[in-house]
């Protein structure tokens, strides 16, 4: 039988709630501590789900943990999860993984030599939605993809996040906070991206906070909050993406691919579900019938409207189960790093106005079909 894995929660704040409340759900994994800076934070959300209150070093050192999940702020990402492979422990961190590809191969060079893994979110990739629409290009239902849309647009942050400053900073924006979604996707429907280019700017230099409780104080912008990218993939696709935190509304789709044979149109990369849509030439529109794949049922409530799907830490329970196996994760350092060669190119292609060649590639996940993600699931 597989050794259950301890993990711990490193870093209390508001997203460690759903990676509390998911863990339960899958195999192979149990959740023994959280740690955190401020030691009333994580023992607030210790007695919340009855684990252990931790200190990052008391953490680090404790031999009950054995991967430890990384939910510093961006800028914390690279030093703690350098410090969590350096203790000899697996990491898996929110995303964006490092700020830098100087940072991600020193982590990747730091995790070799201690003979452990590095995995980073977004997850969402491996709902039920999107593994039904690498199927339906795997399968060849649309052709060819040939080139395709996204846009990941919003009037900001500071409207409704307590403490917005750390989007504006450098290490965030709407690509390195917003993007890693999109760009995990197009490498698992795509594959690669071969080069890119892009134009950025920023509508404004400060922003007025309007949630509580900071209204009125305002937010100095130290990153783009509007970019405009252009990526040629290695199979020969060209996609564009608009990503933006100056748009008041529009009409665009979240994510559009043109095939040989048919457009499809994908749901929100944000999330594990939602309407998948094949159109063809002559203006038929066949909206997809979900297939029955477990990680995109809805379990999670909120607020106004339906419940939805929200699987995280599927792919942190898919790196435990590939550490077992021998085998490779899907939201591997590998990918991960990828990802952010092309989101930190993206931003200096905007700064320099010069198209810039990766100097990364990686393999497609392999897909998570209905019975492999059954699997990951108690």
């Keep these: 039988m597989t050794k259950t894995m ?22 192979g994994l149990e959740v023994r501590a959280v740690a955190d800076i401020v030691p009333e934070a994580a023992k607030a959300r210790a007695d919340e789900f009855g684990v252990l209150a931790l200190t990052p070093d008391q953490m680090l050192a404790n031999d009950e943990i054995d991967v430890i999940v990384n939910l510093t702020i961006p800028d914390a990402h690279y030093r703690v999860s350098k410090d969590i492979v350096s203790a000899g422990k697996h990491a898996y961190s929110e995303k964006p993984l490092v700020l830098t590809l100087e940072e991600g191969e020193d982590l990747r060079a730091a995790a070799k030599s201690n003979g452990v893994e590095v995995g980073c979110a977004p997850d969402t ?25 996204c846009h990941v647009m919003s009037y900001g942050m500071e409207h409704w996040h307590p403490n917005p400053d750390f989007f504006f900073k450098p290490g965030a924006g709407p690509v390195l906070d917003i993007g890693p979604y999109y760009i995990a996707n197009l490498i698992n429907l795509v594959g690669p991206v071969k080069r890119v280019t892009a134009f950025s700017g920023s509508a ?43 748009v008041q509304a529009h009409q665009h789709a979240n994510m559009e691919l043109y095939g040989t044979d048919a457009s499809l149109y994908v749901p929100d990369p944000n999330f594990f ?9 002559d203006g038929e529109r066949e909206i997809v ?22 699987y995280r830490t599927a792919g942190l329970a898919d790196m435990v189960q590939a550490i077992g196996e021998g085998k490779k994760p899907r939201c591997s350092l590998d990918a991960t790093l990828h990802g952010v060669d092309v989101m930190t190119s993206i931003l200096k292609s905007g700064e320099t106005g010069n198209a810039i060649e990766l100097t990364t590639t990686c393999e497609r996940p392999e ?10 699931l108690k």
């Design 289 to 310: 019938e979900p297939w029955a794949h477990p990680l995109g049922v809805p379990n999670w409530e909120r607020p106004n409207g339906p419940p939805f799907a929200n």
């Design 6 to 27: 301890g993990v711990g929660i490193l870093g209390a704040g508001n997203i460690s709630t759903a990676y509390l409340k998911l863990a339960p759900l899958f195999k």
């Design 204 to 246: 404004r230099d400060k922003r007025e906070i309007t949630s509580e409780p900071r209204r009125g104080e305002f937010v100095t912008v130290e990153t783009p909050t509007t970019i405009h990218a252009v990526m040629e993939f290695h199979n020969g696709a060209i996609i564009t993406l608009g990503a933006s935190w100056d």
């Design 273 to 281: 579900g939602g309407e998948l849509v094949i159109a063809r030439r």
């Design 367 to 376: 897909a998570l079909g209905p019975e492999k993600a059954q699997a990951l």
């Design 125 to 149: 990739f491996l709902g039920g939605a999107h593994q039904q629409a690498r199927a339906i290009i795997d399968d060849g239902h649309v052709g060819k993809i040939v080139s395709g849309t």
